[in-house]
């Protein structure tokens, strides 16, 4: 286990906005892979920075990291309408992922939030707990990701009919996403441009999270479609930060020209995903053995 001089240390990198975003990021990922309430702590005093990137990773890594003791800051950064819709977003899925039903209430207060993707979110922040209620403890089905997702699986396993769910915007959007997560788990590159015919879809979170899904799988595939989203400058940026972090998680030579071709991107979370795309892009193709590989040995930084 990492010292409390070291997690300190790994917090000031993270909070130090002279440090190049990708430091910034390595040193988030390294204290949610670290866990503990300390962690949480610095990870949770982030949240004024200025970056919406880093705050909504912030939210993500609380989520995944799944301690209770993070519940009421990622409150805080839901109810505080001066954050960035995707950061608020990130909040109310993290707090889904937590899982408590205790948060219920908070949640279905911002499941009529008037920014569409807060309140999708917190919809299926509620059908993902209240789906955990009804299940026995333990009975969550292990997939081959380790992430915590906001919906689980569903049962069906024909890729056909898993893809007529995705796509049918008359279902709710949480059987539409266990469709998605059960087509990711299949892994097939019949399931891979299944997901990708998703981002054409109405719900800009639903396009989101596709471009999610499609970076875990790691599958080339999917390559033409997720740098045509990137491309287009009308598409919420949320949906296109998605797709370049997407594209670096695939880490494969072709996605290198459109991933430095949006580095001058003019929004803002663009242009940063596409910084930190390019870093993973390099670890992708490095001996390093985690992404953050290394952050347990940083140097405080200078006063």
């Known amino acids: 286990m990492a010292s409390e001089k070291e997690i300190e240390a790994i917090g000031k990198v993270l909070l130090d906005t002279r440090q190049p975003l990708k430091s910034r990021f390595r040193a988030l990922f390294t204290l ?90 917190c919809q299926l922040a509620v059908r993902r707990i209240e789906w955990l209620q009804l299940k026995q403890e333990g009975s969550l089905e292990k997939g081959p990701y380790l992430s915590v997702d906001p919906a689980p699986p569903s049962e069906e396993r024909d890729v056909s009919r898993l893809r007529a769910e ?63 989203a990137l491309s287009k400058l009308e598409e919420n940026a949320m949906v296109r930060h998605e797709c370049a972090e997407a594209l670096g998680a695939i880490g494969k030579e072709p996605c290198l020209q459109i991933l430095r071709k949006h580095l001058g991107d003019g929004e803002r979370v663009v242009h940063e995903s596409c910084e930190v795309a390019l870093d993973m892009y390099e670890y992708e193709n490095s001996d390093q053995f985690q992404y953050a590989d290394g952050l347990l040995r940083v140097q405080t930084p200078a006063c």
């Not at 003791?69 to 992922?97: F, S």
């Not at 471009?211 to 033409?224: F, K, N, S, T």
């Open 32 to 121: 949610r892979n670290l866990g503990g309430n300390a962690s949480i702590d610095w990870i949770s005093r982030a949240f004024s920075d200025d970056s919406a990137l880093l705050k909504h990773e912030l939210a993500y890594c609380l989520g995944q990291m799944q301690n209770e003791y993070a519940i009421p800051a990622l409150i805080r950064v839901l109810e505080d309408t001066n954050q960035e819709p995707m950061v608020r977003h990130e909040a109310g899925e993290a707090l889904g992922a937590i899982g408590n039903p205790e948060v219920l209430d908070i949640l279905k207060r911002y499941s009529e939030d008037p920014v569409v993707e807060v309140a999708e979110t």
């Open 166 to 228: 995705l796509l049918d915007e008359s279902l709710p959007l949480f059987e539409r996403y266990r469709a998605m997560f059960a087509l990711r788990n299949d892994g097939s590159e019949e399931a891979v441009l299944a997901l990708a015919d998703g981002l054409q879809c109405s719900s800009a979170l639903f396009r989101h999270e596709i471009g999610y899904v499609l970076g875990q799988m790691q599958h080339e595939a999917c390559v033409p479609q997720l740098s045509t």
